[in-house]
Each structure stands twice: as C-alpha cells, then as structure tokens.
C-alpha cells in the first residue's frame, strides 16, 4: 500500500462526504433512473490496469450517486430510519483499517471484551432488566448481530433445539423427526417479514395470529392458539412478539404474552428492532414492562442510536441455550482461555462464524455523542413526528389509521384505497419524498417515518407541503377526468345528473 | 452533524490508520493481554455528556490496540487471510457515509445494479462459467452474502426445500414432516465447521465423509454413502464440496462429484471461500474442472482479493430456486419495476432483510488495483508460500503434512503431537508470529499462512527464524528436563543408564 495515496484518497473521500452529506437536501431523494441506467453506463469488465481513485469518485459522483435512493435525507420518510453519525462513519473506516476479525477471544481480545463493554453499556441505558448483563452473574448478556432478521433467526432456531431436547427427554417414546414435524411457532400478524421468514428457514409453522383492532397482540389470542394446537399434539416453541411493528409501531402487549408463555414454557423473543431505543426514556416507561419476562430481544441501532447498519443488539437471558444449540468447534478454534472464563466467544452466539469489529463503531458513536445525545436523539423524533401529526389532523382531507408511536405518522387520504395509491404514486414520481403504504384489514394507508441523519422542523413542513399540495391536485384532475366523463355523458340521456355530480366535486375540492 | 468536526475527525483517523498500518510489524502480532484486561479499563456506563473525539482516538490506541490480535501483520499467519486495501478500507467509509440500504431495487436503485455489476466482473475475472453471469440468459447470477458460512447455509436451506417439493411431487402420499425427517446432506471431514453449522441449523444431518489420505473427497465415497441412505429410505439433499479446505487446502474432486449429484439429483455447492482466487489464473485453470456443472458456490473476497470482511461472493445457477423458497413479501416492500426486469431484489437471496453497499467497496478495490493488480497479489502469496515451504524442506527437523496449495503450507516439527503442541505454544507465548494447528488422522500439525495487506519475502524470513529458533531452543530445554529426570536418577540404581542417555541427547540437540 502506498501510503501516500492512502491519504490522498482518504481525506478527499472525508471532503466527498462532507458535501454529499452537507447538500442532501437539494437531492431529490429517490433517483430518476430506470432499470438498467447505471449497469449500462458502466465497462462489463475489470480494468486490466489499475485506475487512479478521483477517477473512481468521479464516476461515484456522476453515476453512482445518481442512481441512490438518500437514505440520509430528511425527505426519506420511508420503512423505519437507518440513520448514521459522525462517530458511526469514522468508526467503520477505523474498523475497516484495524481488519480485526473476531470470532474467539484470542483471535482479537479487545474486539470480544469492548463488545461485552458497549453490550453492557446499551442494556442499562435502555433500563434493561439487570439478568440481561454480562457483568451480572448467570448465562445472559448482549451480542450484535448483523440485522434484525438474524437476531430473530437466532431465537428461533435455538428455541427449536431446546425444544427438541426437552420434549424428548419427557418423551423418548417419539422419534426426533416426529417431534420436529410436530413444532409450531407463533407471531402476529403485524410482525415483520423476517419473521415468517425465519419460521421458513427453520422449517416451523409460524402462525400469525390476529392482532387485535388497535394492532396490539395479547396473551388470551396466544393462549388460544397454544391450547388448539397442543390438543392437536403440535409442540409450541416460540412466541415473537413485537414493540413497534412495521405497519403502524403497535405494541404487542408483553405482559400478558409472557404469562401465556411461561405457562406453556414457551420462548419469548421482543423484536424491539424500531421501538427498543425508547426504552431510554422515563416517559416510555411502558414499553418495557414485562421485558424482566422475556428469554430474548433485539433492537436496531441504526434505527435510533445513530450507528450505522448493520448493528442489531440481541440480548439473551440465557445465552448457553443458544451457544449449545450452535456449537461445532473445530481444533483451529480453541484456545487456552476458553471456558476459564465468563467472555464469550462470540462465534457461537451467531450464525457465521466471522464476525467484524462492530463493537467499535457503537463505542465511538456512544462516546461522541453522549447518553444525553442519544436520548436526545430518540425525542426529538417524537416531536417532529408530533408536529407532522398535528399538521395530519388539522386537515379534514386526511384521516389517522393508528395513533402516533414515537416517530411513525400512519394516515390517510379520506376515501378509498385508489386516492391513497394515485397519491402515493403521485409523490414518487415526483421523487421529493419518499414514504410507503402499508394495509390493515383491506385498507391501505401511508406511514410517514422521521428518519435521516439530521431531521428538522422546517423539513417536516416541507414533506408535509409537498403531501397536501399533491392531493389537491389529484383532486383537481380528478375533477377533470370526472367533467371528460361528464362531457361523454353529454351523449347520454344522464347529461344533467353527470353535471351536477361534476360541479359538486369541483365545489368540493377546489 | 458538526461538519468541521467530522472533517477534523476524519482526516485524523486516517492519520492513525496510517500510523497503525506503516507500523504494524513492530508490534507482536498477538496481545500482552489477559481476559477482562480491557473491560476492566473502561468505564461501566456510556458516558452522560459526550467526550471529544480525541479522547476517543486516544484510548483506541492506549486501551484497544495492545489488546488486538493484528490480522493485517505480514505476522499473522494463522486460519486464512482477511486481507484489506486502501480501496476497500475507503470503500467502508464511503459505504457508512452513503449510508443507504438495498433490500430492493427501489430503495437505492445503484446499490442493487452496482452489485450485479461487480458480480459479473468477479465471474468473468475467476473464468466462472458463463450462466452464472447476471448477464447471461437466464436464471443464474452473483450476489454478495456477508460470510461463507451464509452462503453455505443459503445453499443448504434453498436445497432442503427444493428437495421437500420435489419430493412431494413425486410422493404426495408421504407427508411433509416425515419428508423432512428422512432429509440427509453430504460433506468431507476436512470441511469447514461452518458446514457442519449449517446442518444443524437447518436440522439435516450432515454426513462428514472420509476424504482420502490425500484429504480429498471424491465420487465414489459420495455415491457408496448416498446408496446407502436411498436404500434406508433417506432424500439426499446437498453436498458441500471444498475447494481449498481450512486444514490443509486440499481441493475436492469437484467432476466426480458432480456426476454423482446429477445421477442422484442432489444439489452440488462448492465452498471455494479461500482457494477460489485462483481461478483467475491460467496456472491453477485445474481447480476449475467441474464448475460447470455445480449449482453454487462461494468465495471470500476478504482471503484473495483485498476485499475486507464481510464480503462472500455466491453464485447460483438458478437463483429462482433459493428467490422461491425465501420470498414472504409485505407490501411496504413492493414496488412498481418488480418482475419487470431481470434486476434482482437481493432480499430473496439472502437470509436477512437489510443488506449494506457492499458492491461499493468491491468496486472501488478492483477499479484501483485492476485485474493485474488482483492476479499479482495472489501469485505473491503463491511465492512467498513456496520460499516458506523451501525453508521447511531444507530443515531435516521438520516434515511436510501435505503439499503446499497456494499460500497454505502444513508441517510439523518430527515427533510426537506434543512436540508440536510444545511449538506452537512456546510461539504464542513469544507473539511474534501466529499459527494454529490441526489434525488429520490422530496427527497434529501446523498451517502457515501467507496473510497480511502488504506480506513480503523478508516476512516468511522472520517467521521461519522465530520457528526455526523456538524449535531449537525447546529441543534443548527437553533436552535439560531430561538432565533433570537423569539427576533424580541418580538416586536410583539406573544412574549410569540415564547418563549415558543423557550425554546422548545433549549431543545430537546442541
């Protein structure tokens, strides 16, 4: 490596950034690009020979940022935030030049013990129940996982070997692969994707059972289900619940799911993935009640601690039920500390078996910006979300679908599913803001997210001017289409009727 | 975001890569640490106001560093390389700094086509047949997993279920979970513990076949034990072959093995994670025998083309088959150019939902060092293998394990485990180079391992002394032990027995 050039390259990429980042918001956020714009614009091979990198920033610039939706900008309403910090930036260039690897203790001490550090650091500044430390006595503690789907995959694949094993150990009459065929799962129907992904690739049934009308799933639905499917001989292993769900950041209401579980000796895994970084707050206090009940949970740190993706915090209340499930060590894997002591090696609290520092860029970003930083962080999404709610509501044209939960607005234009999906379809063509819509009980409805690295006020008006202003004129030309339909009817025996029908609307609208 | 900050920050943090990278042999390679050494020096809680950056850089390298194995030292020599660049490592940076996520097209439309792109130009560069090209008719294409060990477990998952279906097809009065529990997958016993993992997490067993005394897994094995379990009534799944195992290198016979996949219908993998580098070159064109007719396989860019962790490339033949068993959408994550393209959502080919820019680091390491720059570096590991290897065979204290393959060599001290045991300790105790050991068939030995960013032929010189010398030395302290056990003697009637035993050892050691 030249070093020279290294430093070349890396402060002007720090300058790159810097204006990317700095002039955001005069980006549209989503690109106007077509399939195949970037691929064809790029050589289909390899250089032979090596090209100097402001060439490669001039091709990032010019091709490559063209064609990036902005997950940083404030414009970006869309999914959940995967925000990102100065701290968390650098930290990733520092974790990449380190190049530590950390899969055992000994294959990079300080990689494993500063995760058992920041692990340990996150749980008590969500308030988590004290079993959950590494520092207190027992098997729990905390390990970042990539992304929430691993997390998730984690539980429920180590909930189905310990229910193997200890459903045969009660039962050694059944063959392995019968109790395997017999195991059955359970979440709402609100729950994200990779949950019933995880059910798929654990090869279990993951029911999805009805939330209820406020979204919310509660212990009698689970307990219901529990009972149908035990007296049908299937054997329940897992219960996922959630703390902010995709659609509307509904609360499955743990408590009554963790009385239900522990009946059954069900596992109880909380994919907190959006809502866990409210725990911080004292007036979110709610949210984690029962959590002292759960066997597991994970949160996202770059939904709201300002760390980069990917970086999921998994914490297990028993993390030997994992590790035993998981465990096919090899000779090149020992080492002379292990088992001497209570540091994990992280390679079994994971699928992979590599593992980057991660450890490192969450450290850096807590130091930078401060317990207070970060809680400040989490409230002032609220807020803005607040002021989006206020502007949702003053508008009689719009209709909330849930309440407000944390920095997720859920609204819609009054009327049918159509006006929702043209306006929807009306503001990504105009690629100023970028939300999705979502579907409860046949009705669809637009979820507006505050996220980005750097949300203010006045960005909330913006993508709330450019919401309103685009129903008004889809209700405008709708009028229109509406007075063309009429001026057909001109031929028809209904001429009045579809003129008066005509002007009412526009009256209405106008 | 304090831009003057994070300027300040940056550029100060790749001063201190620099630092750290220009000056990484003149630190031991492996830690002066001991468990709880670095979580005993760091505070308990984030801290409540935040720290300046400074105070952060300063405890990475007070607290952190002497607390790092250094996987980027020309002396770290142990598992395989995680090898990084300038590119890449900037590529990290630009990666956090961009900070988008590319679960679909749409939501960052040049983070998908960039990956398709750098894909296609690692096959052309590894000569991969042509239908594993994005660009090429139909269903085959590259993707870039986070780890070989989720590659592996994305073949194995997709087979299992493509397996179950066909099956049912053909046996509809044989029910799914009994299918399930008649599944069996196939690998060699020199394969990676990630395989293994794979089995258990997808709860098929997997048979670890004996390679031969070559290390190599071959046809006939695989079509005596697939025999065996079709005649117990048992649904061959997948075999794993290795091209490069993590013991010795050695490369599975890949076209006898794909014949007996084809005659049995069973998904071939191929898990060339460290020796598919060498595809690229004309010399080593051998190991691509067979490719042609394997499903999919994978390689780690981080071991061969400077690349850091996590990077796994993974190509499929047919990637409906893995798109058809993982897809569970949501409507949040539809958008209007599905299925209208070949332009895959990456999402489907994955396990988790998230996934970083990636392709980005791949594309700004291969355009700065070009595919002459690629090839040279693994040719370089190939020589300095080879020095190292020549240095083993003049050394009549020593032997060779098995031939060297790229840049692996496994030796051992002549002798009894212990001997090696004895080595290898006294070298980790010292920290100037770092090894791990083996086994094959009760034999323990040594693996060498070219690794580092920047290893030169001065480097395998320092760690052969440091072997060579710490043999000598521990063969002279057995040599005083058994002085000592000749003193104890002499209070024995053996006295002039274990003299003369003893001078005899002095002589042929000193």
């Given at each position: 490596?030249?070093?020279?050039?290294?430093?070349?390259?890396?402060?002007?990429?720090?300058?790159?950034?810097?204006?990317?980042?700095?002039?955001?918001?005069?980006?549209?956020?989503?690109?106007?690009?077509?399939?195949?714009?970037?691929?064809?614009?790029?050589?289909?091979?390899?250089?032979?020979?090596?090209?100097?990198?402001?060439?490669?920033?001039?091709?990032?610039?010019?091709?490559?940022?063209?064609?990036?939706?902005?997950?940083?900008?404030?414009?970006?309403?869309?999914?959940?935030?995967?925000?990102?910090?100065?701290?968390?930036?650098?930290?990733?260039?520092?974790?990449?030049?380190?190049?530590?690897?950390?899969?055992?203790?000994?294959?990079?001490?300080?990689?494993?013990?500063?995760?058992?550090?920041?692990?340990?650091?996150?749980?008590?500044?969500?308030?988590?129940?004290?079993?959950?430390?590494?520092?207190?006595?027992?098997?729990?503690?905390?390990?970042?996982?990539?992304?929430?789907?691993?997390?998730?995959?984690?539980?429920?694949?180590?909930?189905?070997?310990?229910?193997?094993?200890?459903?045969?150990?009660?039962?050694?009459?059944?063959?392995?692969?019968?109790?395997?065929?017999?195991?059955?799962?359970?979440?709402?129907?609100?729950?994200?994707?990779?949950?019933?992904?995880?059910?798929?690739?654990?090869?279990?049934?993951?029911?999805?059972?009805?939330?209820?009308?406020?979204?919310?799933?509660?212990?009698?639905?689970?307990?219901?289900?529990?009972?149908?499917?035990?007296?049908?001989?299937?054997?329940?292993v897992i219960c996922v619940a959630t703390l902010g769900t995709t659609g509307t950041c509904a609360y499955d209401d743990v408590e009554s799911l963790s009385a239900v579980c522990e009946e059954f000796k069900v596992w109880l895994h909380v994919d907190a993935a959006y809502a866990g970084g409210a725990f911080a707050l004292d007036e979110c206090s709610d949210l984690r009640k029962g959590l002292d009940r759960v066997d597991s949970l994970n949160f996202n740190l770059h939904k709201f601690m300002l760390v980069n993706f990917d970086c999921s915090a998994m914490w297990l209340r028993d993390a030997n039920k994992v590790v035993d499930s998981f465990n096919v060590d090899r000779i090149y894997l020992k080492h002379k500390h292990e088992g001497q002591s209570q540091i994990?090696?992280?390679?079994?609290?994971?699928?992979?078996?590599?593992?980057?520092?991660?450890?490192?860029?969450?450290?850096?970003?807590?130091?930078?910006?401060?317990?207070?930083?970060?809680?400040?962080?989490?409230?002032?999404?609220?807020?803005?979300?607040?002021?989006?709610?206020?502007?949702?509501?003053?508008?009689?044209?719009?209709?909330?679908?849930?309440?407000?939960?944390?920095?997720?607005?859920?609204?819609?234009?009054?009327?049918?599913?159509?006006?929702?999906?043209?306006?929807?379809?009306?503001?990504?063509?105009?690629?100023?803001?970028?939300?999705?819509?979502?579907?409860?009980?046949?009705?669809?409805?637009?979820?507006?997210?505050?996220?980005?690295?750097?949300?203010?006020?006045?960005?909330?008006?913006?993508?709330?001017?450019?919401?309103?202003?685009?129903?008004?004129?889809?209700?405008?030309?709708?009028?229109?289409?509406?007075?063309?339909?009429?001026?057909?009817?001109?031929?028809?025996?209904?001429?009045?009727?579809?003129?008066?029908?005509?002007?009412?609307?526009?009256?209405?609208?106008?």
């Amino acid at each position: 490596m030249d070093f020279d050039e290294f430093r070349e390259f890396g402060h002007a990429s720090i300058e790159f950034l810097i204006n990317y980042l700095s002039g955001i918001r005069e980006r549209d956020v989503l690109p106007t690009t077509t399939p195949y714009a970037v691929i064809n614009q790029l050589p289909k091979e390899i250089p032979e020979q090596p090209e100097h990198w402001r060439e490669v920033l001039k091709d990032l610039e010019n091709i490559i940022l063209p064609g990036l939706t902005h997950w940083q900008s404030p414009y970006f309403n869309a999914f959940y935030p995967s925000s990102s910090s100065a701290g968390s930036i650098i930290g990733e260039l520092l974790i990449a030049g380190i190049g530590v690897l950390g899969f055992s203790w000994i294959c990079s001490p300080a990689c494993t013990e500063l995760e058992v550090v920041v692990m340990d650091w996150l749980a008590k500044f969500l308030k988590l129940p004290a079993h959950f430390l590494h520092a207190s006595e027992g098997p729990g503690g905390g390990v970042i996982q990539g992304s929430a789907s691993e997390a998730v995959l984690v539980a429920v694949l180590a909930a189905r070997e310990q229910a193997v094993v200890s459903y045969r150990e009660s039962h050694p009459e059944v063959s392995e692969s019968e109790v395997r065929g017999r195991l059955v799962a359970y979440s709402s129907d609100q729950s994200n994707s990779c949950i019933e992904k995880a059910g798929v690739l654990a090869a279990i049934p993951i029911r999805l059972l009805p939330a209820g009308e406020d979204f919310v799933l509660r212990g009698e639905t689970l307990k219901q289900a529990i009972e149908e499917d035990v007296a049908a001989g299937k054997i329940p292993v897992i219960c996922v619940a959630t703390l902010g769900t995709t659609g509307t950041c509904a609360y499955d209401d743990v408590e009554s799911l963790s009385a239900v579980c522990e009946e059954f000796k069900v596992w109880l895994h909380v994919d907190a993935a959006y809502a866990g970084g409210a725990f911080a707050l004292d007036e979110c206090s709610d949210l984690r009640k029962g959590l002292d009940r759960v066997d597991s949970l994970n949160f996202n740190l770059h939904k709201f601690m300002l760390v980069n993706f990917d970086c999921s915090a998994m914490w297990l209340r028993d993390a030997n039920k994992v590790v035993d499930s998981f465990n096919v060590d090899r000779i090149y894997l020992k080492h002379k500390h292990e088992g001497q002591s209570q540091i994990p090696d992280f390679r079994h609290w994971q699928i992979p078996l590599g593992r980057r520092f991660r450890a490192l860029k969450v450290w850096i970003t807590f130091r930078t910006l401060g317990a207070e930083g970060l809680r400040n962080h989490v409230r002032k999404h609220i807020e803005l979300a607040k002021q989006f709610e206020q502007l949702v509501v003053k508008d009689s044209r719009f209709e909330m679908v849930a309440p407000r939960a944390l920095g997720l607005v859920c609204f819609r234009p009054k009327g049918d599913n159509e006006i929702t999906t043209q306006l929807l379809q009306r503001l990504m063509d105009r690629k100023k803001i970028y939300m999705v819509k979502a579907e409860h009980a046949g009705r669809q409805f637009l979820r507006f997210v505050v996220c980005g690295m750097d949300s203010k006020a006045s960005d909330i008006d913006f993508a709330w001017e450019e919401i309103e202003s685009q129903l008004t004129d889809l209700q405008r030309e709708q009028s229109l289409v509406i007075r063309k339909a009429g001026n057909v009817a001109d031929l028809t025996q209904h001429f009045q009727i579809h003129l008066t029908n005509e002007n009412t609307t526009l009256e209405k609208y106008q």
